[in-house]
């Protein structure tokens, strides 16, 4: 045999065994010119690719089939606000093996300036909407509490006196009364019996604080909870079967997800979300 058959068997294994190879590994989405500046068309042409149909991407992501669709046409009027977008778009990408950070990147190019998403992603101070909320003063009840201290504490100090001068009152009478008073009593008469000392009153059971929240989460909830001055006094997802106990200056401004799953209450009374929540069943309510 020549060497030159030798060499053209050869080639043509090694390119039966690339064949091969290519054949055996699995296609990976890629995204074209057309889609690079779309993360809609980049996610749904990843989901084609993949042989996904929206209603089956919405069952995994456990999202609504029309929500898949806002997100794929870009439609962001009909997706809730808040970092829900960008949870919806990273688990998304997760799903059909795309890079997440470039198509978070285009989504932030198209949210509006005001959107707290954007804030999140540049790393600015910027305003919310939840900041927006003006601040109250809280002078008048530093006033009030100083007030109410202050009269405990002269009833305190009258008690105190009181009882002081009832003390020096009995000691006087003992030493002025004459010796003959310490002759036993006659016979047949008892001795008079010691006065009851009058019974210490239970103290009542803790009352819930004036400024105190709590949040019973009986399935998974994002919530977002701030206080007069706008500081964030909460912002995390809660677990199933999980409580939140919250205290700060109100009024609270707050942002509950999956909030027919949530029981609220404020100042020990329950708060009905219902009438807060948006068709996505996300409340955003002010408590004061």
Do not use: C, H
């Not at 601040?135 to 008690?159: D, K, M, Q, T, Y």
């Not at 677990?239 to 020990?268: C, H, M, W």
């Amino acid at each position: 045999m020549s060497d030159v058959e030798t060499r053209g068997r050869d080639r043509a294994a090694i390119a039966a065994t690339a064949a091969v190879e290519k054949a055996r590994s699995p296609a990976r989405p890629e995204v074209t010119r057309d889609e690079t500046g779309s993360f809609g068309r980049a996610l749904a042409a990843a989901r084609e690719a993949r042989g996904l149909s929206q209603s089956e991407v919405a069952a995994q992501l456990r999202l609504r089939p029309r929500q898949v669709k806002a997100i794929e046409q870009e439609d962001l009027a009909s997706l809730p606000e808040g970092p829900f977008v960008r949870g919806y778009v990273r688990n998304f990408a997760r799903l059909v093996d795309l890079p997440a950070e470039p198509l978070l990147s285009l989504l932030d190019s198209k949210l509006k300036p005001a959107d707290p998403l954007r804030t999140e992603r540049e790393g600015a101070k910027a305003v919310s909407p939840i900041q927006r909320v003006p601040r109250e003063p809280i002078s008048g009840r530093l006033v009030i509490g100083g007030v109410v201290a202050l009269l405990i504490v002269l009833a305190a100090f009258g008690w105190w006196t009181m009882r002081a001068d009832g003390q020096k009152a009995g000691t006087a009478a003992t030493e002025a009364a004459p010796a003959s008073t310490a002759s036993p009593p006659p016979s047949g008469v008892a001795p008079a019996a010691a006065a009851p000392e009058p019974a210490v009153a239970a103290a009542p059971p803790a009352a819930p604080a004036e400024t105190e929240l709590r949040l019973s989460f009986r399935d998974v909830s994002w919530v977002e909870i701030r206080q007069a001055d706008g500081t964030v006094l909460l912002s995390q997802t809660n677990a199933a079967g999980t409580v939140q106990t919250i205290e700060g200056v109100p009024p609270y401004t707050l942002v509950i997800g999956n909030a027919s799953k949530v029981d609220l209450e404020f100042r020990g009374q329950p708060v009905d979300l219902a009438g807060s929540a948006s068709r996505d069943d996300v409340a955003r309510l002010r408590l004061e």
